[in-house]
Structure formats: C-alpha cells, structure tokens
C-alpha cells in the first residue's frame, strides 16, 4: 500500500492497534479475517491471487489460513516486503504486463481465489474516486476471469456510488452467488463494502462488453430516474446522482396493484417501479374493476415506457377506486379544506388574528429573554471564574468572618455562594451546573451588593458611578459605609491595614522583622495622634468629601457617630470586639442592652487598669471629632501619603489586628479619638514623655487563640502547592491515566479478538503489561567511556534504551574522594 498519512487520531481505532499487536501490516487484515469467517473460502483454497495488495496484510492472513504447500501471490503498484509462502511484484493491475507476470508466477495453475482490496490512489473529489475505483474493480474482475477456477471464489471491495448496481449486475452474470458484506472491521464512516462471488461459471466465451467500463457503467447512466421527474417528465431522464439504496440488489422492481391504491405516495411507487403485478385476492379485485380498462393494464405492465398522459390516467383511475372505497373524499371537498388552511390569514376574524399575533410576540419574548439568559450567564460564568479565583487566598481571612457592616455581609453571601457553588464545579461539576442551579442567587447578592455599597457612598457624600462600583469590586477594595468611609478614606494607615489584609500579604519574616513592624506601627499611630493635635481647632471639613454634603447631613452623620461612640466600648484605643456582642448600630442584630451590659461587664473587669475619668470622657467626645453642639469636626482628616510599606503585614500578630480592624471598624473609627489622642505634652519634662512613649499605649486585646488560628490558616496555605505545581500534576496525572486506559482498550481488544488462541491473547496482553513495567523499572544504562566508547558522541553501539555516559576518571577519582572522606572520619573518630 502506498505510503498514507493518517489523518488524526480517530483513525488510529482498535483494529488499529490490534494489527500492530498481532503483527499485521494493516488494519486491513482483519477485513478478511472477518469475511473469510464468514464464508471459509481460504482453507480450502490452493492457489490464490491477491491484487492490489500491499502492504500485505492480506497475504499475511492468507498465509496463515491457507493449506501449506498453498501458492499465494501478490501484487501491488508499490513493491511488498517478503512475506513467507508468498510470491509479490509491483505491477499496476490494469496492464497487460501484469496478467503476464500472474500468467508467470502461477505457471498452468489456476486459481481458486483471487481477492482485490483495491483503491486508486485517490485525492481528487469523491465522484472521480468512486468511479475509478469501479473500474479497477472491473479491471480486477478480468483478471479473476482469466485466472480463475470453475466454481472459484471472487472477493472484491467495491464503494457505495452510483456504480454500485452496475457492478452487482455484471457479478451476477458470472457468479453462482454474490454477496455483499461488511465487516466490523470496516469503518461505518467508510462506502466501502466487500462483495463476495462465489461459484464462478467459467464462460467459454465473454462479451468484452461485460468488463468494459466505458460499456458498464454507461448502459446504467439513463437508467436510475427519480420519483417526479420520472413520471411527470419522463422526457427528460435525470441521471441518479446518489447512488443506489444499501439493500438494493436488483434492477427490475414490481410492486402489487394493491400497494399502489394503499400508498402515501403514489407517484413515488410510479417512479420506483418497473411493474404493477395482480396476483394477490386484492389485486384481481381491483383488476375486474369496472374503473380498471384494458389500457390501464397494460400500463401496469412496463411502466418506464408510459408518457405524462398514462401517469395522470393511472392517478386518476386509483383516486375514483379509493374514493368509492371511501378511503379519500371527493376532490372538491379536500380542495377546500386544504384552501381553508391556505387562506387561513384572510378568514381569520380579529380574534384569531391578534390571538396569533400575540402568540408571535410571545414567542419572540421568549426569544429575546433566552438570548439575554445566555448572556447573563456567560457573565456569571466570567463573575464565578473571578471568585474562584479569590478562593485560594486569604481574602477569606477578611471576608468570612465580617463582622458588622451590612454590605460586607451581601458581599460575603455573594462569595459565600459562588465559592459553594465554584467547589462544587472544581469537584467535577459543569459550570453550567452552577450557572443553572444557584445563579439567580448570585445575581441577586451581587446586584444587592452593588446597590448597598452605592447607597453607603451616596450617604457619605460620595457618588459612584457604576463603573467606580465595577471597578472598586475589581480591585477588591473594601467598602465601608457612612462615617467609615469618611475615615477610611482619609487615613492611610487604616487603608493600608485593610488593604493588606484584602490582598493577604503573608510572608515568612522572621522575628525582628515582626518586632520591628510593630514597633513601626506604634510609632505610626503615635504620629498619627501628634498630627491631630496639631491640627486641633481647625473645624475645616476635608474638602473632597464635605463638598457634597448638607451641614444637615452632616450633623445627622455627626449625631449618629456619637450615639455610636457612646456605645462603644472604650478599651484604651482601638476597640475590640465583646464576644457575642454586635458593635455596629446599623447592624440588624444589633442590641443596645446587650451592648451596654457587655460594656459595663467589661469596664469594671478593667477599672484597675484604667484610671480614666468623666473628664476623659468627655474629652474623647470632644476629641472624637465633635464639638459641645455635636457638629462634626473632622479636622484631623488629612490624607498622609507615607504609610507603612506595602504589603507589611507578615506576622500573625498584625494579621489578626488587621483582622479585628476590619470586623469591628465602626466601633474602631469612633474609639480612636480617645484619651490618649490629644495629651498636652508641651510643659512636660522629656523623662515622662519618653515614659508615657513607652507604656502608655492601648493594649490591643488580641486573644492568642485568634493568633494561634491565623497562624493555622497560614500554615495550611503555605503547605498548598502553587497553582502551577498543582497544574503540573494533574497534567502528569492526566497523562498517566490515558496511557493507562491506552493499554486497557489494547488489552479489551485483544480479550475480544474471536481471531487469536487464548495462549495468544494472553501472550499479546502480558506483553502490553511488561513493557509498562518495563518502562516504568528501566533505569538509564551506566556506560563507561572507555575503549570502543571512548570519545563517542551520541549513543554507543549496542545500548538500547536510556543510558548514560560516564568517564571512567570521574568514576575513579569520585571513589578516591570517598575513600580519603572516610579515612579522615575514621582518624577524626580515634583522636577525638
Ligand atoms: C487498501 S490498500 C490494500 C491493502 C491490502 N489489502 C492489505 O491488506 O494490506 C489498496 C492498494 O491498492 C493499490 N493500487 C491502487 N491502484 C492500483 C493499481 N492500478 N494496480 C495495483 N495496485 C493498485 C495501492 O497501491 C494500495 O496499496
């Protein structure tokens, strides 16, 4: 066979791989394997022609079954490798030559099978290839008709085209019987059939018509007409392009009378017959019809003889018989009903008419809605892959656990349920599963989301346009609502705790470092409090964001700060959350009892730690930004542009005050104007400044279980692999598997072969597995580069497989290194 590029894997099916297990040269040698089980033509054969056979897996299994001094020969256009017990040459099959070099091989003998597995080297459109495959299929028949024995068999693979019939004709002329088979090995996809002609009858003369292809296949070209054409234009034949059916074996067809009164369609029984027969009780009924005239019999007779006029006589004759039967109703009567559905439109009365019209619309509704539908979930499939995305880093840390802000909390079922639902997608759900099931969940809790953060920013003053929302959800930057967002804005440090605690900075820093940042971020808040003071008195609100408030506005804002400031409680500095206790008023489960009592619980735990008295207090009311009337202040809001570094927050220790900022951060907003804010210092000796620098500072009640079960999630995080790791593995994993379903469709194949012995199979299946463990135990070869290998580049003479190539130096000086290392251990050991 000519040298073929496969052309994709699906070619490569079991028969495939089952021919190079078995050592078949082609997938094409089960074709005959099938075909000879089917018929046992090759047992009992002695001489045997295969044309067109390279490579030769044909020969091969004609070698196989054949009796052993059996003479088998081949031949091919492209020459065939050896084959034992088989005589091949290259010679195109349609030459003289080549019957002469048959003649030669096969001496006086003649053949008892000759196969023909033909096919041109094709390429060119489908039509052209299907032809000049019938004719080397004709070539081949006359072939088999020279070398053939009486009663020998024929085998011959031919296409599905419209040549096909031509073909069975001429076969049938020569042969007892002739079949056409399939074998399973033959691909569905594929028109090749096998046809088998057994029981040659040896003509002593031939009409070389019968092999002519230019004869052959031209009688037919005006034969095949179709339905319509054919009867109502039977002027105008028109060759049948698509071939014939499957089944289709014969040239000549009849059909019954009867069948022809009962059809569907009985112009196509016209087109597709030969003849109407009367032989059945309900056919002669029909002929001693007084309807039925002596033309019309004759008509039945040959029906591709009949013109437009005996059509329309036939028609007409079966319409008059089945409407007396009463199996179709009087012409006039169809006639209107079929007119009715016609000029529906026109009868319809207004009613009707908008009923359909309203139909209409509904239908391009439900149209519209589905586009939309898909769209939105192409979006959410895009909004999931972003939250899935977020999965893995310690965003969570600030988003699980949020505490006290509303949005957050619309925030946090949104990913809530796209993290739910995106698990279940990783563990091997579709998306559109996720999409399906949970996706107007989401929706709502995002579009909520959107609308909750835009009010907040609206209440502070601040407009965003959808974009800001998009692009402020892009980037994952916290949201904060009412004052808090005033505050945050203004205050860098809180903006850099948060956004570090957003993006999950977590490094491995060692304990100076950790020393240092807090020491860093003391000195910060202790700047922070020195600039405030600074600034005291100036009842400037921040330009950016008073601008677009009401002094109204400002003082609802201002009062409820207050309220909120009261209810605090007041744990020297930033406030820590009481367990159990809702700080946020806007919160719903917010209770101010609860609070209260909580506060009280806590204030006398820690009256001997804080002297603080109703003064400070109302300093701190003071100093928290408001004046005597409770109007805001907001005098210290100024934007500082050195913050502490990027992504600073490498301890547990900071991440878990990170933490508790963002949970607790109204209570932590109001609390930060305190007692310890605005100090006089300025008559102070430096002694008790430096001291008051030292100890006087807000203890940050962080509890070391919230450390202990950061640093936990930390640990857990950093034992993850990298995604790229991660990614790699799978990829081996994946890789590994299919090989591994590979061999066992192999293996399959093999158990299911009807053609191998059980010692076979087994032999063929434990082969498959040993080159598996095979590969898998072999470790590289260790050459030494001396003699013959010395100085060879690239693979040494007889080493198979992997290998390596050592120089026998290193060998020798890499065992003196050894040998010196464990002698002055030895020496160590003695003296020491
Ligand atoms: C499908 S392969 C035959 C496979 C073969 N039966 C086997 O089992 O290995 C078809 C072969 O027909 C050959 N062929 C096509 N036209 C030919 C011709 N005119 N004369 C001889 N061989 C021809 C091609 O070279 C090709 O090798």
Known sequence: MGKKGKTGKGRLDKFYHLAKEQGYRSRAAFKLIQIN????????????????????????????????????????LVPIKPIPRCITFAEDITTDKCRAALRGAIKTWKADVVLHDGAPNVGTAWVQDAYSQSELVLHSLKLATEFLNKGGWFVTKVFRSKDYNNLMWVFNQLFDSVEATKPPSSRNVSAEIFVVCQGFKAPKKLDPKFLD??????????????????????????????????????????????????????????????????????????????????????????????????????????????????????????????????DDEANMDDEERMARELERAMKEEATKEKRAKRKLNEKRAKEVMRLQMNMTTPTELATEDLGDDSLFRANEKSKALVSKKAAAAAAGAELDVVMGEGGDEVDEALAEAKRKRREDFARAGIVLSDDDVDMAEEADVPQLSGRAALFYASNP???????????GATTNADDEDKEDYLNQLNDDLEAETLSRKRKRGQKEIPTTLADSKTK?????????????????????????????????????????????????????ASDSESDSDDDDDE??????????????????????????????????????????????????????????????????????????????KPVM????????????????LDARPIKKVAEAKYRKKKRAMAKVERQMKRAAAIADSEDMTEAAKARAITKIVAKKIAKVDEKPKVVVARGSNRGVKGRPTGVKGRYKMVDPRMRKELRAQKKVAAASKNKRRKTG
């Open 701 to 716: 009640p962080i509890s070391k279980e919230t450390v202990e079960a950061i640093e936990a999630r930390r640990r857990a």
């Open 493 to 503: 440090m809180l903006q850099s705790l948060l956004q570090s605690t957003m993006s």
């Open 552 to 604: 109204k506005e400002t003082k609802r804002e201002a009062a409820k700060a207050k309220r909120a400031a009261i209810h605090a409680v007041d744990v020297e500095g930033l406030t820590a959350p009481l367990p159990g206790v809702v700080a946020d008023e806007d919160d719903p489960n917010y209770d101010p009892q609860a609070q209260e009592a909580a506060r009280t619980k806590y204030l006398a």
């Open 213 to 342: 292809p230019r004869h052959v296949f031209k009688e037919l070209e005006d034969q095949a007409v179709t339905s319509l054409t054919s009867v109502f234009m039977p002027e105008k034949k028109k060759r049948h392009r698509d071939g014939y059916g499957d089944n289709e074996r014969i040239l000549f067809h009849t059909t019954s009378a009867y069948d022809f009164l009962m059809a569907e369609d009985p112009v196509g029984v016209l087109a597709a017959n030969h003849q109407l027969t009367f032989a059945t009780p309900d056919d002669l009924a029909l002929k001693s019809h007084p309807e039925t005239t002596d033309e019309l019999l004759q008509c039945c007779t040959d029906l591709k003889v009949l013109g437009k006029k005996d059509f329309k006589a036939m028609l007409k004759w079966r319409t008059a018989i089945r409407i007396e039967r009463g199996l179709e109703k009087p012409k006039g009567v169809v006639e209107k009903k079929e007119g009715a559905d016609d």
């Open 37 to 76: 089980k089917k018929y046992n033509f090759l047992e009992k054969a002695k001489v045997l022609i295969d044309l067109c056979a390279a490579p030769g897996g044909w020969l091969q299994v004609a070698s196989k079954c054949m009796p052993s001094q059996a003479i088998i020969v081949g031949v091919d």
């Open 619 to 696: 300093s701190a009311d003071e100093g928290a930004g408001f004046d005597s009337d409770g109007d805001a202040i907001m005098d210290d809001v100024e934007l500082d542009t050195t913050g502490p570094p990027p992504n600073a927050l490498t301890t547990p220790h900071a991440l878990a005050l990170a933490h508790m900022v963002h949970q607790n951060k109204h209570a932590m907003v109001d609390a930060s104007f305190n007692r310890y804010t605005y100090g006089d210092d300025d008559e102070l000796p430096a002694w008790f400044k430096d001291d008051e620098r030292k100890f006087n």
